[in-house]
Each structure stands twice: as C-alpha cells, then as structure tokens.
C-alpha cells in the first residue's frame, strides 16, 4: 500500500499557510515546507517565513535549517523532504508538502532521479565562469538556441536552473526539457491528493502589494542590510531571493527605495503569474477556485478532505 502524501500549493500571496494548519490538525498530519527560501536563517520578513505562534504547535520541517550562504537546490531539498517524510510515517502520521515551488514539488512527487546530475562538472565550472563574466541574459540566450523549452519556463534571473540546462545539454546532446518530461510522467510512489489554491488574479496582485508594504513596516530594509552587514552578498543564491536583491540594489545606491519597491512588487505578480502557469502543466492536480467556495476556508477544507477520503488517504495508518 503507497503511502500518502498531501499537497497543498498555490501561488504567492494565496492564503497557503493558515488553511495548511487547519488541514495538518484535520488530518493528524505534518508540514514540509517546499519553499526556497524559507529554508534558511536569519531571512524571515523578505521569506514571509510563518511564525512560530501561527505554527499552533503543528511540526515544520525545512524551516531556519540553513545558513544564507549554504547551496540549496532541487536535489539537496529532494533529500531533505524525503528523510521528513519518513520521520512522519514513522509517527503514523500525514506529511503535508505546502509551499509554491512546482519544481521541488514534482522532483518529489514523481522521484525524480537526479543522480546524474549531481555532480559538479568541468562543464558547470565554465558556466559558471560565464555566467560572471558575461552575465545571466548571455547564458539565458544559449539555452535559448539549444532548448527553447527550457528557456521558455526557466526565467533568466534563475541562473543555477540555466546553468543546469546548459549543463545537461553539453553532457548528453539532449535537452533537460525533454528529460524532465520524460521523468513528470513517471508513476508517483505516493497516495497523492495534489490541491492547488487559487484565487482571483486582482485579488492575488492585490495581496501581494499588501504583504510587501507590510514586509516594509515589519522592517525589511533593516533585514536585508543586516544580512549584508553579515557578508552576506547578491551572488549567493539565498540573496537572489524576491525582496533581498530587490532591496540590496537600494542599498547598493542603484536605485531610490521607491523603485525597489515598484520592481518587488512587479516582479512578484510575475512570479505568482509563472507559478499557475507550472501549476496548469502538472498531472492530477486538483484545483480550488476560492471563489467557488465563497472565500470560506472550513468549506475549502471539507472539499480537501472530501477528496483525501475519496483516494484513501485517510484510512493509512502506519
């Protein structure tokens, strides 16, 4: 009998963490954060990191584990949520993978095998080199010519993603878009129920901007500029995060804290808007329109575990 495992995602800004909670009490379950930057330490506003008192004693697991200038990347999370995964099963309980990470969600739903491309090639060097030198837009256009795919869903800020494609490309003639897809149709090894919440685009856009004047109050500025003071800097992968390279340029003198702010909150309604579009390739996903259910979350929950009970989820006991 597969075990099971929940998935509750969405785009930035939906309302994933408290209805995460509400679920986790319903379910006897557990979180696994699949956010790439909650992960680390010391970034707590800019991550919009949940606190330890919104937690209502539900366990988090992949939250303030790493320093900022540790790698963490797809294969590092896979392993991470796998070894929670099984300290859950092993209380009998259910692990709830909640965050807006498609890529780190579908690398453990399907088990994606990335051993082949763990280790660090002469290949990822010289990329990496280039990247320095030429910048991320020169890598960008590369991947571009050899895997359209790729540079059509890899945005070219993410350069560890267009390094890796690069990468794939020179080491086995073929393109890591059609790797991927190959691996996405892969059988999952879990009981998944996939939920992903969603919510009206001005509505979404519109609590974005809130989250980040709020991010502003609670003091972002000063967290950035203590992470900076830290040595911390704009080529580590942490620091490319929305809201620190954002405010780093501010602090960097590169642009007046308004046009940090106006390019924050721009690049964030882009970033929600590629996560639905991820969201609407996966297989089996069920969506939950909030407006269907009149913004009401104890009907939102009804209907996820309506679904749980319906795929037997709810009936594994270790």
Known sequence: MKKPLIILTGP?????TKLSIALAKAVNGEIISADSMQVYKHMDIGSAKIKKEEMCGVPHYLIDVLEPDEEFHVVRFQEMAKSAMEEIYEKGKIPILTG????YIQALVKDIDFSKESEKSPIREKLEKLAKEKGCEYLHEKL????PKSAKKIHANNIKRVIRALEY???TGNPISTHNEEESL???PYNVAYFVLNDLRE????RIDTRVDSMLEEGLVEEVSMLAEKGYTKDMVSMQGLGYKEILSYLEGSCTLDEAVYVLKRDTRHFAKRQLT?????QDVIWINKQDFNDQESQILDYILENCEKRGLLSWRK
């Open 12 to 16: 930035t800004a939906v309302g994933k």
């Open 169 to 171: 490309f020179e080491l």
């Open 203 to 206: 509505k979404i856009y519109e």
């Open 186 to 188: 892969k059988e999952s």
């Open 278 to 282: 991820w969201f609407r390739r996966e």
């Open 100 to 103: 807006g990470t498609g890529f």
């Open 144 to 147: 571009q010519q050899v895997d």
